[in-house]
């Protein structure tokens, strides 16, 4: 029962926000995530920055809103706030940077068949994409969540900053290598950080 309200909560709540967007609004009903993602994925998906700065630009079919993921671990949920993390790699000057924020809108495990299924109109990831984020395993669950209203931020977050903010605001630190659950105030803080903000 209690879960029930909440979900409903949450709901109502990201409804109002999208109502408002690009306003936040501080109530405590929506969960706050950083979801790592590779740069290559970023640029197509949400990333049209880092996109112009290659030679072919994002690839027209993927700019829709789902992304596949290893399953575990299974900390995702929606609706909730989405903080992307583009993770390390030498090619991209703009990875290791907090670059933009969006809602998960639908968080779904299944077989990779079955996802790809379900998601294949979208056109975000080739069967072979799928399969490699199993190894091959066709058994073994992979995840998928679509999102929408992403915003790109103004001024990308540093890995450094990024790391003292959540020890500040949080108390810990983490690496990023899967979703980490954060604060609402801790992410307020790095959205007013990427955004911008004064205040």
């Not at 709901?11 to 993602?37: M, Y």
């Not at 790809?116 to 069967?127: N, P, S, T």
């Not at 058994?139 to 209203?149: D, I, N, Q, Y």
């Given at each position: 029962m209690i879960e029930a309200c909440l979900a409903k909560s949450a709901r109502s709540h990201i409804e109002i926000e999208r109502f408002l967007w690009p306003a936040k609004i501080v109530a405590g009903a929506l969960q706050s995530f950083?979801?790592?993602?590779?740069?290559?994925?970023?640029?197509?998906?949400?990333?049209?920055?880092?996109?112009?700065?290659?030679?072919?630009?994002?690839?027209?079919?993927?700019?829709?809103?789902?992304?596949?993921?290893?399953?575990?671990?299974?900390?995702?949920?929606?609706?909730?706030?989405?903080?992307?993390?583009?993770?390390?790699?030498?090619?991209?000057?703009?990875?290791?940077?907090?670059?933009?924020?969006?809602?998960?809108?639908?968080?779904?495990?299944?077989?990779?068949?079955?996802?790809?299924?379900?998601?294949?109109?979208?056109?975000?990831?080739?069967?072979?994409?799928?399969?490699?984020?199993?190894k091959g395993n066709l058994e073994k669950p992979v995840m998928g969540f679509t999102f929408s209203h992403s915003e790109l931020f103004t001024r990308p977050i540093s890995w450094k900053m990024l790391q003292e903010t959540l020890h500040v605001k949080d108390g810990k630190q983490s690496q990023i290598q899967s979703p980490v659950r954060i604060s609402e105030e801790c992410f307020m803080e790095l959205y007013r950080i990427g955004m911008g903000l004064k205040c």
């Amino acid at each position: 029962m209690i879960e029930a309200c909440l979900a409903k909560s949450a709901r109502s709540h990201i409804e109002i926000e999208r109502f408002l967007w690009p306003a936040k609004i501080v109530a405590g009903a929506l969960q706050s995530f950083i979801v790592p993602i590779r740069p290559d994925w970023a640029m197509h998906l949400f990333d049209y920055n880092m996109a112009s700065k290659t030679l072919f630009g994002a690839d027209p079919r993927l700019a829709l809103n789902v992304y596949y993921r290893a399953s575990r671990p299974y900390i995702l949920s929606a609706p909730s706030r989405i903080l992307w993390y583009v993770s390390q790699d030498r090619k991209y000057t703009e990875s290791m940077h907090i670059r933009a924020c969006s809602y998960a809108t639908e968080v779904v495990a299944a077989p990779p068949k079955e996802m790809f299924h379900r998601f294949k109109r979208l056109g975000i990831y080739g069967w072979d994409d799928i399969k490699r984020i199993v190894k091959g395993n066709l058994e073994k669950p992979v995840m998928g969540f679509t999102f929408s209203h992403s915003e790109l931020f103004t001024r990308p977050i540093s890995w450094k900053m990024l790391q003292e903010t959540l020890h500040v605001k949080d108390g810990k630190q983490s690496q990023i290598q899967s979703p980490v659950r954060i604060s609402e105030e801790c992410f307020m803080e790095l959205y007013r950080i990427g955004m911008g903000l004064k205040c």
